[in-house]
Nanobody, 125 residues
Framework: VQLVESGGGLVQPGGSLRLSCAAS????????VGWFRQAPGKQREFVGS????????YYADSVKGRFTISRDNAKNTVNLQMNSLKLEDTAVYYC???????????????????WGQGTQVTVSS
C-alpha cells in the first residue's frame, strides 16, 4: 500500500483543517492507520490512530477532544479532522499504516510499516 496526505495549509489559531490520507492498493482495510507530526527541531510525535475496522481510535493527550480520526475503507481514505487549532499544532503531519496484529493504540513509530510523504500544517495569526 502507498499513502498520500493532503489538506495541509495555513490556518489561524482556533481554526480547523481536515487532512486526508489516501491509500492505493486493495489491502488497505487490513492496516491500522496512525497520524504523526513533526515540528522543526523536534522529534516525530504520535497524534492518533484508528483500527483497521474504524471501530476504535486513540489520541495523544495534546489533541484529545480537538482532533478526530475517521476512515472509509470503501474509499481507501483516512481523515484527520483538526479543530480549535493552536500555534503548537504547527508541524508536518504524516499518516502511516501498520499491519500489527493487535490494536492497542499503536503509538510508536517503529510499529508502522508504510509512511506517507507528509503535509505541512501551519497555525499562525
Amino acid at each position: 500500500v502507498q499513502l498520500v496526505e493532503s489538506g495541509g495549509g495555513l490556518v489561524q489559531p482556533g481554526g480547523s483543517l481536515r487532512l486526508s490520507c489516501a491509500a492505493s492498493g486493495r489491502a488497505f482495510a487490513t492496516y491500522h492507520v496512525g497520524w504523526f507530526r513533526q515540528a522543526p527541531g523536534k522529534q516525530r510525535e504520535f497524534v492518533g490512530s484508528i483500527s483497521r475496522s474504524g471501530g476504535r481510535t486513540y489520541y495523544a493527550d495534546s489533541v484529545k477532544g480537538r482532533f478526530t480520526i475517521s476512515r472509509d475503507n470503501a474509499k481507501n481514505t483516512v481523515n484527520l479532522q483538526m479543530n480549535s487549532l493552536k500555534l503548537e499544532d504547527t508541524a508536518v503531519y504524516y499518516c502511516a499504516a501498520s499491519l500489527a496484529s493487535n490494536y492497542d493504540g499503536i503509538r510508536r513509530a517503529p510499529e508502522y510499516d508504510v509512511w506517507g510523504q507528509g503535509t505541512q500544517v501551519t497555525v499562525s495569526s
